[in-house]
């Protein structure tokens, strides 16, 4: 009995002391041994890792062990609290909020009530349901133990916080509404009009609307970026900042808001391109869907109108995010291939591709999708009749590539 337990025992030493990538480590080799030698309940052990990657902001993982800890026991709440908290991080507010609720249906004392309370606030305010658009706080630490839910702290600079909502937030929100409509519009002309000239007007309008959507969506959620911010970035690159203000400037930059306006940014240098035009227009429609059920929310007759058309959106979010990850798998190998013809763009694909990897690494739906066409490429190069030597070459690229997607550190 001893293996697993004072495995168990290091690992929330290691927590204690802030050394998750240790306290993982105890706590996978105590998961592993627990059935033969341990004394520990599978979901406490699930729930203390769980609560180790969400300290590291590796929420896929830790929603992972979430999961499993429900489906060891249902009745623990700190699972349930672990699965909100990595929601949470994910940026799924709405199934956040689920989870949350769950876990205060089974201990109406936990202390996930707070973060409840903040990602209702959020909702409330149009900050998405399931499309990834981040938020500047996560859910609160209550004590120094496995069982505390993470909190990074606020980002440095920022003229607001997420639970404290931006003066003339509504005024904002409709804003956001109004160029997203206009964005997702003029995506429909563009894709009607066959006149070139005219169609590229029309796709230079889409990218516009597009990123002026997502960069204020940011603005909403994360604040104005005041002049802590360039002081902050100032002491970055002399290496003198402090890791909580790093922390806070990568959560800014880890944001799909973020990601998605540097997507616009290079589709202002690309051919226009009804394809390319996918992932922006999905992830709109998520976010416009979500701000616009928060706008007609206290407009009786109007909401009655809307709700059901905006519900068929809502209650997708998850299907429609992963869609948007597919394409945007699918858009990377259509810019390789245009590199063959005269609209070839090398600098967009060495950013796109950059781009995606940063996805690849916080983006559980990116993991997915690219998932889906590893099954697929190995079906058909790593079939029984395929070629030793084309198995070997092909074997060689997907290790290159998978290493891009999971850099190890160095010994």
Same mark, same amino acid.
């Given at each position: ?54 300290? =590291?902001?590796? *929420?896929?993982? @830790?929603?992972?062990?979430? +999961?499993? $800890?429900?489906?060891? !026991? %249902? ?14 991080? =994910?940026?799924? *507010?709405?199934? @956040?909020?689920?989870?949350? +609720?769950? $876990?205060?249906?089974? !201990? %109406? ?303």
């Amino acid at each position: 009995k001893e293996m697993a337990d004072a495995a168990k025992k290091e690992g929330d030493e290691a927590f204690k002391a802030k050394d998750f990538a240790t306290a993982i480590k105890h706590y996978t080799t105590a998961i592993e041994q627990n059935a033969i030698n341990g004394t520990s309940a599978k979901h406490v052990l699930l729930s203390n890792r769980s609560a180790c990657y969400a300290s =590291l902001q590796q *929420y896929d993982k @830790a929603l992972e062990d979430a +999961k499993a $800890c429900i489906v060891a !026991d %249902a009745q623990f709440a700190k699972g349930w609290s672990r699965k909100g908290g990595a929601m949470y991080g =994910l940026g799924d *507010y709405a199934g @956040a909020a689920q989870a949350y +609720k769950k $876990c205060l249906e089974k !201990d %109406a004392n936990n202390p996930c009530k707070a973060d409840l309370e903040r990602v209702e606030a959020i909702l409330a305010r149009g900050g998405g349901g399931g499309g990834g658009h981040g938020s500047s706080s996560r859910p609160s630490a209550t004590r120094p133990t496995p069982s505390a839910t993470y909190a990074p702290p606020p980002f440095p600079g920022g003229g607001a916080s997420s639970s404290s909502p931006i003066k003339g937030h509504k005024a904002m929100q409709l804003l956001i509404v109004v160029v997203q409509m206009a964005a997702i519009g003029c995506a429909v002309a563009f894709g009607m009009i066959p006149d070139r000239a005219l169609g590229r007007v029309f796709f230079q309008r889409v990218v516009v609307a597009a990123l002026a959507g997502f960069v204020l969506h940011a603005v909403l959620v994360h604040g104005l970026p005041g002049l802590g911010l360039i002081k902050t970035m100032y002491r970055a690159l002399r290496g003198t900042a402090e890791h909580s203000e790093l922390q806070g400037i990568s959560r800014v930059a880890m944001d799909l808001n973020t990601h998605n306006a540097f997507y616009c940014s290079l589709l202002m240098s690309s051919a226009p391109s009804l394809i390319l035009l996918i992932p922006v227009i999905l992830h709109s429609a998520v976010s416009l869907a979500s701000k616009m059920t928060a706008l007609v929310a206290d407009m009786g007759p109007l909401k009655a109108i809307a709700a059901p058309i905006l519900g068929q959106i809502t209650s997708r979010n998850a299907q429609i995010t992963a869609w948007a990850a597919q394409s945007e798998v699918t858009i990377f190998f259509v810019t390789i291939a245009q590199l063959l013809t005269p609209s070839r763009n090398f600098i967009l694909v060495i950013l796109y591709g950059q781009l995606l990897r940063v996805r690849y690494l916080v983006s559980a739906d990116s993991k997915t999708a690219w998932g889906n066409l590893c099954s697929r490429t190995d079906g058909i190069f790593l079939h029984a009749r395929s070629p030793t030597i084309v198995q070997g070459a092909y074997n060689k690229l997907k290790g290159y590539v998978v290493g891009l997607g999971n850099p190890q550190p160095k010994p």
